[in-house]
């Protein structure tokens, strides 16, 4: 799986947008963006993935740059509850029986 | 979404006793299961490939002897930390795998804290 680089950690006010970078410079043509957050104590949550395309559900929006080296999350209206550790992972669409590689993530922190 | 659920969601034990996790997958069967660690103020690592009905595939630096897994059904894998000490203190997370629309999905579930006095 190709490797990506996050900020460590991000500030964001409530009820504003928060915009989440993921540089992936290596990836590969078969190799989609998937994002999963994890919030404190809890197990990682999904949350978006895409190949190429601009790509939205209920929980964010995800913009992939056209030469796919780079990606944005966004969620639109951030609150409290979306305060979390968000991880950018690259692989191939299911990646077969494979486990996850999780890097260090970004420390998303929604301030009141 | 599918549900994947722990048990017990924490633990506190003894130095030198063994400790079983379970992790079930609720809503849908699940060949392949997972087994992350994941220590304080630091990422997720994988430990193991549970599959049903075969033997577990440790990743590297992973005691096989020390982490016994089964996975006796196709929703439910066990994680068993023997003769656990201090430093296998840690957050264990499992994930479980479902084939959806041609490809396949993991799922998390919500973790077990074990506190190893």
């Known amino acids: 799986d190709a490797k990506t680089t996050q900020p460590t950690s991000m500030d964001c006010a409530e009820g504003r947008a928060a915009n989440l970078p993921c540089n992936h410079s290596?990836?590969?043509?078969?190799?989609?963006v998937y994002w999963y957050r994890q919030i404190h104590s809890q197990g990682p949550q999904y949350i978006i993935h895409?190949?190429?395309n601009n790509e939205t559900n209920e929980m964010a929006s995800l913009i992939i740059t056209e030469d796919r080296k780079s990606s944005t999350l966004i969620l639109p209206h951030a609150t409290l509850r979306d305060t979390a550790v968000y991880y950018c992972?690259?692989?191939?669409?299911?990646?077969?029986?494979?486990?996850?590689?999780f890097g260090k993530g970004t420390h998303l922190i929604i301030q009141p | 979404g599918a549900v994947v659920s722990q048990h017990p969601s924490w633990v506190i034990c003894k130095s030198g006793t063994s400790v079983k996790i379970e992790c079930r997958s609720l809503?849908?069967?699940?060949?392949?299961m997972f087994w992350y660690r994941q220590f304080p103020k630091q990422s997720l690592m994988l430990m193991a490939t549970?599959?049903?009905?075969?033997?577990?595939?440790?990743e590297q630096g992973v005691e096989k002897d020390k982490f016994l897994i089964n996975h006796a059904s196709l929703t439910l894998s066990t994680l068993t930390v023997t003769s656990a000490h201090p430093e296998d203190s840690s957050f264990y997370i499992c994930?479980?795998?479902?084939?959806?629309?041609?490809?396949?999905?993991?799922?998390f579930g919500p973790g077990t804290r074990l506190t190893v006095l």
């Open positions: 809503d849908f069967q699940a060949t392949t």
């Open positions: 549970s599959n049903e009905g075969s033997k577990a595939t440790y």
């Open positions: 290596t990836i590969s043509g078969n190799e989609y």
């Open positions: 994930s479980a795998i479902r084939t959806e629309r041609s490809y396949n999905e993991q799922f």
């Open positions: 992972i690259v692989r191939v669409m299911g990646g077969g029986a494979d486990g996850l590689t």
């Open positions: 895409g190949l190429k």
